[in-house]
């Protein structure tokens, strides 16, 4: 196969892995406390000497994976007690069946069992790392700036906000959930605010640039390609000319 061949394919693979991350930005673009991915290449240099015994090294690109937008989300007032939104760099944490993972979507609720849980259903952590259970007959629920959860008789628990030193080590789980092995830091740069969620950072305008931007980049490769096919018919029909 020819070079070219080789960097077209690995060009298109790179620019359908771009394509997957902003269909993913589009589609949750209305999440609570989305936040954008991005992809991530680098340049890769193959020796031909490895292939077809020729020193002919060329140059691919690699996908190496995706960063995070952490840019902070606009905070939307909604009036609704159970939503908080996250003012700062911190995180919510969510007990699964993996363990602690974490959230920007404050949007919570109350489930069948006195939970407080996440949209998605997982249980609110405390700062211990349990669920956190509301009472029936709490009234006048207020959530303070770190997560203290009171009513008219008094506190109820404090919900788990957590800080981390590189929040690209933070990896997407699905359901708004982030997993990381990364000690969690005491929250001391973010706050909470009752009655209000955290929009999606998601600037919808520039993913349907982006997205236009690689169809005309994947087309290109494609007439690339194709031109390539082309010669190398045309020359194997002069060849099968020769007597």
């Given amino acids: ?20 991350l902003v269909a993913n930005n589009i ?17 890769y240099v193959a020796d031909q000497d490895r292939i077809a015994e020729v020193n002919d090294p060329i140059s691919l690109v690699q996908n190496i994976g995706q960063y995070d937008n952490t840019k902070q989300g606009d905070i939307r007032t909604t009036g609704n007690t159970l939503d908080v939104a996250l003012n700062g760099p911190g995180f919510f944490g969510a007990v699964t069946a993996s363990g602690i993972e974490y959230t920007r979507a404050g949007n919570f609720t109350i ?4 939970q407080l849980v996440t949209s998605t259903g997982f249980p609110v952590a405390n700062q211990g790392g349990a669920p956190i259970t509301i009472p029936d007959d709490a009234q ?34 699905g359901n708004g959930l982030y997993k990381t092995e ?24 520039l993913e349907m640039t982006r997205m236009i931007e690689i169809s005309r980049g994947y087309q290109s490769t494609q007439r690339l390609m194709q031109g390539e096919h082309d010669k190398q018919l045309d020359s194997i ?5 020769v007597t």
């Fill in 1 to 20: 196969m020819d070079n070219s061949i080789y960097i077209a394919i690995s060009r298109q693979k790179a620019l359908q892995q771009q394509m997957n």
């Fill in 182 to 205: 990364d000690q969690a830091l005491p929250a001391t740069e973010t706050v909470a605010m009752q009655g209000a969620v955290e929009s999606s950072n998601v600037n919808p305008i």
């Fill in 140 to 173: 006048g629920i207020i959530i303070g700036k770190d997560g203290t959860i009171s009513s008219e008789d008094g506190t109820i628990d404090q919900i788990m906000i957590s800080e981390f030193e590189n929040y690209q080590n933070l990896t997407p789980q």
């Fill in 27 to 43: 589609a949750n673009m209305n999440t609570s406390g989305y936040r954008s991915q991005h992809a991530l290449f680098k340049e």
């Fill in 237 to 241: 029909k002069k060849l099968s000319r």
């Fill in 111 to 114: 489930n069948g069992l006195g």
